[in-house]
């Protein structure tokens, strides 16, 4: 079964300061990973989206990495605010299919 | 900017109580999607459809729920009897055509049901 695990579950850092976030997967083939932001109580917001020939990819400061060998996945936030505080959650497509595969998320808290 | 449009945001209800939810996607998408999220979970999908057609619906209870997209634009996902298992947020979301690889999905702001 197609599975895509997040970690950790839920992280609190002040603000101002970095964070990385885990995304491991076990959906194959392979077709696209994204990653969404989700206010509390919002829909989910697309940050980024990263093919099988992309390593890295930036929305301002979001950075994602991609190591399609080893099935894993990164998103780190460089000078975090308060506003950055919601669930960030890994989605994996495989390859013809339609459906995603969606991770649990991480609950990141950002306090002053 | 385009958006998603659900309603209502939040429903209450009592179990056995029939509910429904509205969605109208981004003007032109043809693919439709519901999906459910329990508190602390990713979504998960409910049933997609291509324009009026459902092209996966193997995740969805059809012993209560339904849904329809009647003229392949908006859509209804009703769920009678509801009960106590069925609170969670029902979100919506839309993508210009069949999934590609950089077929990008705009979600909707989702409702949150609550059953008593």
């Known amino acids: 079964k197609n599975q895509v695990e997040q970690s950790p579950q839920s992280l609190i850092i002040l603000e101002g300061k970095n964070c990385t976030l885990q995304c491991n997967y076990t959906v194959s083939p392979f077709s696209n990973l994204r990653w969404y932001k989700q206010d509390t109580g919002r829909g989910p917001v697309s940050l980024t989206i990263m093919t099988f020939s992309e390593n890295t990819k930036s929305n301002g400061r979001y950075t994602a990495t991609l190591d399609a060998d080893t099935k894993q996945s990164s998103l780190h936030i460089t000078a975090s605010q308060l506003s950055d505080s919601a669930s960030y959650i890994c989605?994996?497509?495989?390859?013809?299919?339609?459906?995603?595969?969606f991770g649990s998320g991480t609950r990141l808290q950002v306090q002053p | 900017e385009a958006e998603v449009a659900q309603s209502p945001r939040y429903k209450i209800t009592e179990k056995s109580q029939a509910v429904a939810f509205w969605c109208d996607p981004i003007s032109g998408h043809a693919t439709l999607y519901w999906y459910r999220q329990i508190l602390g979970q990713g979504p998960e999908l409910l049933v997609q459809f291509q324009d009026e057609s459902v092209v996966d619906d193997s995740q969805l209870p059809k012993d209560r729920f339904s849904a329809e997209r009647l003229k392949g634009v908006d859509s209804t996902l009703k769920i009678q009897p509801a009960e106590l298992g069925d609170s969670a947020m029902y979100l919506c979301a839309s993508s210009f055509r069949v999934q590609s690889s950089y077929n990008e999905q705009f979600f909707g702001p989702g409702t949150r049901l609550t059953v008593l």
């Open positions: 989605v994996v497509s495989e390859s013809g299919r339609r459906a995603l595969t």
